[in-house]
C-alpha cells in the first residue's frame, strides 16, 4: 500500500480485536517514531498491552472497545506542541495503515495512566492514537469541497490540487476541516488552522496529507 492508498483506506477506528501487535509492526513503528521524535523533538512513545486507557466512561460513551494499545504523543510543552504531534502522529498513522492497523485520534475520551509512558518535565501528553487491529476498517468521513478550504484552487497547479485532495481525507478533531489552504505561487503554501478544539493539531495532520499528496513537489509552509 503506497501512502496515497494508506491516507484513502484510513478511517477512525474505535472497535479493536484482541490480536497484539506483532513484532516486526512494533518494530516498525518504533523506528519511526525514533525519527519522528528526533525531526520534532518530541518524546512519542508505543504503548503495548495497556487497557487502562480506555477503560473509562467517557472512552465507553465514545464507543471505544478493546483497545490496549496507542501511542502517547508527548513533547515539550509551548505553543508548537499541538502542530508538531499532528504532523509527526499522523505520520505514525499512516505507517500503520500501511502495516495493516487501523487507529483513532484521541484527544478527549480517554483518560491518563501514570506510569503507562513517560512525561519528562516540562513536557505534556498532548493526546493519544489508538492502534490495533479493528474490527471493521471504519466509513469515509463527510469531507468538504476543495474550495471551501482552499477558495484559490482554481487554476492553481496540479500539485496544490492534489495536496488539498489528500488534506481533505485527513481525520480533524469532530471531522471540523476548519483549515484553510492558499497557493502563493511557486511552491509555496499558506496553512491556517481556523477556530477550533485541537485546530492546530489539526493543521499539523492536514500539512502532513497535503504534502504527501503533493509529492514530489516540496512544499515551503509560509
Ligand atoms: C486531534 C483529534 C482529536 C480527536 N479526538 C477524538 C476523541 O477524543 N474521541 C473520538 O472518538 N474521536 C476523536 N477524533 C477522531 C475524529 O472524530 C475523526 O478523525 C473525524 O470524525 C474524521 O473521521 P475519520 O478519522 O474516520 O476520517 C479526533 C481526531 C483528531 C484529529
Not at 495493516?100 to 509512558?117: D, E, H, I, S
Not at 463527510?142 to 481525507?169: M, T
Not at 496553512?191 to 495532520?205: C, Q, S, V, W
Request: some cysteine; proline content about 5%; aromatic content about 10%.
Amino acid at each position: 500500500m503506497n501512502i496515497n492508498q494508506a491516507m484513502e483506506a484510513r478511517h477512525s477506528v474505535r472497535s479493536f480485536k484482541s490480536d497484539p501487535l506483532p513484532i516486526e509492526a512494533a518494530q516498525a513503528l518504533r523506528d519511526e517514531i525514533a525519527r519522528c521524535n528526533a525531526e520534532g523533538s518530541l518524546n512519542i512513545q508505543l504503548v503495548l498491552d495497556e487497557p487502562h486507557a480506555f477503560d473509562c466512561m467517557m472512552a465507553r460513551y465514545g464507543k471505544f472497545s478493546g483497545v490496549r494499545n496507542y501511542l502517547a504523543l508527548v513533547g515539550p510543552k509551548g505553543r508548537d506542541l499541538d502542530e508538531a504531534c499532528g504532523y509527526y502522529g499522523e505520520r505514525l498513522v499512516l505507517l500503520a495503515q500501511q502495516l495493516g492497523l487501523n487507529t483513532c485520534w484521541v484527544a478527549m475520551t480517554f483518560q491518563k495512566v501514570p506510569n503507562a509512558y513517560t512525561i519528562g518535565r516540562g513536557e505534556k501528553l498532548a493526546a493519544v492514537i489508538a492502534l490495533g487491529y479493528g474490527t471493521t476498517q471504519g466509513t469515509a468521513h463527510k469531507v468538504k469541497l476543495p474550495q471551501a478550504v482552499a477558495p484559490n484552487i482554481q487554476g492553481a497547479p496540479d500539485w496544490f490540487v492534489r495536496g488539498v485532495d489528500a488534506a481533505l481525507l485527513a481525520p480533524t478533531a469532530m471531522n471540523q476541516q476548519k483549515f484553510t489552504l492558499i497557493y502563493e505561487g511557486e511552491n509555496r503554501v499558506r496553512a491556517t488552522p481556523g477556530r477550533g478544539f485541537y485546530a492546530k493539531m489539526d493543521l499539523g495532520i492536514v500539512r502532513y496529507h497535503f504534502e504527501c499528496g503533493a509529492l514530489p513537489t516540496a512544499i515551503e509552509w509560509l
